[in-house]
């Protein structure tokens, strides 16, 4: 039990916190004995899966829901029916259906999420250029006698979306947006 509440710590957003949650279960041995937790444990873990990639449609939406409900009917052992009535919270939760539509509202996602620099508000210190370990943010920082410098931008092919640059922003100057609000990587 401790296993499947640690699997789930930290995170927010309600289909990575069922993704987690049912991984946590199938890491122990499947025991079998009832048809809807044997096989609908599997086939909610897929389905979550593509829905955090941004695959995820509103007819996954509603086969998890009956998965929810059929695993809760037909589990012999607390396990089983805690598992179901885990998955039905996360899908009630605001937000998860959102997902469908390409939108993961607490930026845990990091296939449906991208970052930007607000140039207009970037004051180019380079903190968030510091903070990103794949190298991805380009730009130079301000120097008193110099002027003409180019905006610090983030080359999306680089970035892994680990949101670093943007905790490391002291400006609110770097900004995660939805990727299907951009039609997906760039440059
Ligand atoms: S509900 Fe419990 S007893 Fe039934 S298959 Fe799942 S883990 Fe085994
Ligand atoms: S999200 Fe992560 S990888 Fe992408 S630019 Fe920011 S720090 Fe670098
Ligand atoms: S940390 Fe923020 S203000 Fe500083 S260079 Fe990066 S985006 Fe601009």
Do not use: W
């Amino acid at each position: 039990m401790n296993d499947l509440i640690e699997a789930v710590e930290g995170y927010t957003c309600p289909a990575q916190r069922a993704l987690r949650h049912l991984d946590a279960f199938l890491a122990d041995p499947m025991c079998g004995q009832c048809f809807p937790c044997a096989l609908g444990t599997y086939e909610a873990r897929a389905r979550l899966e593509s829905m955090t990639r941004g695959e995820g449609t509103d007819d996954d939406v509603r086969v998890l829901e009956r998965i929810a409900a059929a695993v809760l009917e037909g589990s012999k052992c607390r396990k089983g029916k805690d598992a179901a009535r885990f998955l039905a919270e996360a899908i009630a939760t605001p937000g998860f259906g959102e997902h469908a539509a390409g939108v993961c509202r607490d930026r845990e996602c990091r296939s449906l999420t991208t970052y930007a620099v607000a140039s207009d508000i970037c004051v180019r210190c380079g903190a968030c250029k510091a903070a990103c370990v794949n190298d991805a943010i380009f730009g130079e920082p301000q120097q008193a006698f110099r002027a003409g410098y180019p905006a610090f931008e983030i080359r999306q092919r680089r970035c892994e979306r680990c949101g670093e640059c943007a905790a490391a922003c002291p400006h609110g100057a770097l900004r995660a947006t939805d990727v299907a609000l951009t039609g997906g990587r760039s440059r």
